[in-house]
Antibody
Framework: EVQLVESGGGLVQPGGSLRLSCAAS????????MSWVRQAPGKGLEWVSV???????YYADSVKGRFTISRDNSKNTLYLQMNSLRAEDTAVYYC??????????WGQGTMVTVSS | DIQMTQSPSSLSASVGDRVTITCRAS??????LNWYQQKPGKAPKLLIY???SLQSGVPSRFSGSGSGTDFTLTISSLQPEDFATYYC????????FGPGTKVDIK
């Protein structure tokens, strides 16, 4: 069964760091492009970052220079390193897999709260 | 950057109604348009990809159409489990979601 399970969310102070993980099963994380998408409380969906099968990475302007997407093929896991966190980064963070040109499979999400 | 708009932002409908949601892109995106359904507290679920292709396992009452800048999601006969928020999303250049359309019970 194809599945994604996120972890690593929590409460962090402004300016702090957090690393999210997304463990994949039923497929390999390097076979398709994979993304992080977030949703602030009561708001819509916002694409955050993507890593392509070849390793190229891209970011939304709102997180560029602060967030880093990566993957560990040996652990079949996707990561999002988040530095210099701000209150506006508070959201549920989802990882998603894209075997088609869409976000086909989503994890359950992990909540990140940035607050003092 | 490509901007996405949706109309209406919300609608009230009854079981059995035909529902249409419109999505517009700020520039042509060919058929690189996807539709998602999201229920409260749950992850989004892919319904339609490439503007009109039905994702495996999605009921046939859902359909998508359009190309270029204007797209439509249609639910032919609304069912109780269809009350949710629907998002369009372009994958032509980077990725952008529409603001969402909330479908609730009339």
């Amino acid at each position: 069964e194809v599945q994604l399970v996120e972890s690593g969310g929590g409460l962090v102070q402004p300016g702090g760091s957090l690393r999210l993980s997304c463990a994949a099963s039923g497929f390999t994380v390097s076979s398709n492009y994979m993304s992080w998408v977030r949703q602030a409380p009561g708001k819509g969906l916002e694409w955050v970052s993507v890593i392509y099968s070849g390793g190229s990475t891209y970011y939304a302007d709102s997180v560029k220079g602060r967030f880093t997407i990566s993957r560990d093929n040996s652990k079949n896991t996707l990561y999002l390193q988040m530095n210099s966190l701000r209150a506006e980064d508070t959201a549920v963070y989802y990882c998603a897999n894209s075997p088609t040109d869409a976000f086909d499979i989503w994890g359950q999400g992990t909540m990140v709260t940035v607050s003092s | 950057d490509i901007q996405m708009t949706q109309s209406p932002s919300s609608l009230s409908a009854s079981v059995g109604d035909r529902v249409t949601i419109t999505c517009r892109a700020s520039q042509s995106i060919s058929s690189y348009l996807n539709w998602y359904q999201q229920k409260p507290g749950k992850a989004p679920k892919l319904l339609i990809y490439a503007a009109s292709s039905l994702q495996s396992g999605v009921p046939s009452r859902f359909s998508g159409s359009g190309s270029g800048t204007d797209f439509t999601l249609t639910i032919s006969s609304l069912q109780p489990e269809d009350f949710a928020t629907y998002y369009c999303q372009q994958s032509y250049s980077s990725f952008t979601f529409g603001p969402g359309t909330k479908v609730d019970i009339k």
